[in-house]
């Protein structure tokens, strides 16, 4: 499935799409500005994202930094001097995707291809064997230096690459493009000093670099005061965050600043850890209504052996124990979380201890995925692979079961009304989408036109597995 992101501040059209965006993804609107094709000797590019939400919101980094320096947004990849594609090698299939991408401009000669991101940082020089047309590469942890390698390209250089993890600072540019007009992204922490036995992480993104909070708070301002109302912090362990800098906020700190940034009416932060997941969190959530009423916490497994295994540094009553404090809280506070299924060893003990926390936790969405062993993790060593088939098959078994639970608990919603941020339109249906503060997709009709970017209150009228059904109760 590919998504197209319209941009739509500033005019800064086009240029950049997403494929398969992961756990709760950016949400898009088709509200696309007068695009220019651009004027004559100006260099334009193209941004095709594949990934998480960090990946999205480097592209629009990426992209703020072209277009600083004199760059324009192409209308499609064809158009582009520059094609970039900003990659994701969490599984097999997305780092396959990428390379079948590449295999369609075999040859090229006209324009830069480039491939930046986490496949980038895993196959490194690969990349210009496998693609000798490709002529950038260039992990995330490297892209201060992207301008200094276009220089270098345009200069005549045949092959550029930026690969460096030892860094220590964090990815600041001057300006971002946001491609969201109702949620902005600013990230707080980068990279992950976990060391998740199935994942490739820490590999591409680096070890773990905090930002300082005065630029996180400057970045929050500036937002608000071009009109955003949503801010989602963003961090592979958004909860480790330690301001770096003298004033050191804790992350609960942070967050009570950031609510607080006048213009802010929604604030969010994606992906926590459940090590660092403390009770305070949820003391700061029930506080202060500007925090959204949502954590996403994933648990992987519901096995403490397989959790062992994939040094989550937890067990499943550990877990629990989190999740109990998040279900004393005086707000309806929405758990989501990932998991994977076919971890080599897992047993059908350790499956269905997993199914059973579903039920335990009752969670509001799951992001379920097949193991995929990857290059140097340590799992990928392990011997006890489960067959492709069985995986497939408790993959089946679980979302069958978590799509019975979403529904009971989106059922119980009927009758409710929402305060939704409007951010987007189905033209064809006549209805319009939005979040309200649990992350829910709520589809509304609604007598009032140009509802994007309002908040209004959705009366809930019906409810599906994955979103609810609802009227615009016009009173407001
Ligand atoms: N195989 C399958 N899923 C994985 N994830 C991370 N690594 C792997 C892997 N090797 C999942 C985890 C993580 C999410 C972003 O991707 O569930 O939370
Ligand atoms: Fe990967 Fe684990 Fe770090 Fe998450 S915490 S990014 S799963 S290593």
């Known amino acids: 499935m590919q998504k197209t992101f319209d941009v739509a501040i500033e005019a800064l059209a086009g240029a950049v799409a997403t494929v398969e965006p992961g756990p709760p993804a950016g949400n898009h609107l088709a509200e696309a500005l007068p695009r220019s094709p651009g004027a004559r000797g100006v260099k334009s590019f193209y941004i095709e994202t594949f990934g998480c939400q960090m990946n999205v919101h480097d592209s629009e980094k990426v992209a703020g930094l072209l277009l600083a320096r004199g760059y324009r947004a192409a209308l499609n990849p064809a158009d582009a001097d520059l094609m970039l594609y900003n990659t994701c090698s969490i599984r097999e299939k997305a780092a396959q995707k990428v390379f079948s991408r590449l295999g369609e401009w075999r040859g090229e000669k006209r324009k830069i291809i480039g491939v930046l991101g986490c496949v980038a940082q895993q196959e490194g020089e690969e990349i210009f064997e496998r693609a000798p047309w490709v002529r950038l590469v260039c992990g995330s942890a490297s892209y201060r230096k992207l301008p200094a390698l276009v220089d270098e390209l345009e200069a005549g250089g045949r092959r550029v690459m930026g690969l460096d993890l030892r860094v220590e600072e964090t990815f600041e540019t ?84 950031v609510a607080s940034v006048e213009g802010i009416r929604r604030v969010r932060f994606t992906t926590s850890h459940p090590n660092d997941f403390h009770r305070e969190i949820v003391d700061v959530i029930d506080s202060t209504p500007t925090l959204c009423e949502h954590i996403h916490l994933p648990v992987q497994s519901g096995s403490t052996r397989v959790l062992r295994e994939m040094r989550r540094t937890y067990t499943r009553e550990e877990y629990l124990e989190k999740v109990s404090w998040i279900r004393s809280a005086r707000r309806a506070i929405s758990v989501t979380t990932d998991i994977i299924v076919g971890f080599p060893g897992e047993t059908e003990q350790d499956f269905e201890d997993t199914v059973t926390l579903l039920d335990q936790v009752g969670y509001d969405g799951v992001f379920s995925f097949i193991y995929s062993p990857r290059p140097n993790t340590t799992a990928a060593s392990l011997t006890c692979a489960i067959a492709e088939s069985e995986k497939s098959r408790r993959l089946g078994v679980l979302q069958e079961r978590q799509r019975q639970i979403q529904l009971a608990r989106n059922e119980r919603l009927i009758g409710e009304t929402l305060e939704v941020l409007v951010d987007g339109c189905h033209r064809t249906r006549g209805q319009w989408t939005g979040r309200p503060s649990s992350n829910r997709i709520v589809n509304f009709t609604s007598p009032r036109e140009n509802l994007l970017g309002e908040y209004v209150q959705v009366q809930v009228t019906r409810a599906g597995p994955h979103s609810l059904i609802g009227e615009h109760a016009v009173s407001d």
Do not use: H, W
Request: with cysteine.
């Open 174 to 257: 001057e300006m971002t493009l946001r491609d969201n007009p109702v949620r902005a992204y600013i990230t707080i922490i980068e990279g992950c000093d976990y060391s998740c036995s199935y994942c490739v992480v820490p590999r591409t993104r680096g070890p773990e670099r905090s930002r300082a909070s005065e630029a996180i708070l400057l970045e929050a301002r500036r937002l608000a005061d071009t009109g955003y109302s949503e801010i989602q912090l963003l961090g592979q362990t958004v909860n480790s965050y330690r301001d770096p800098s003298s004033r050191k906020l804790t992350f609960v700190e942070l967050l009570r600043a």
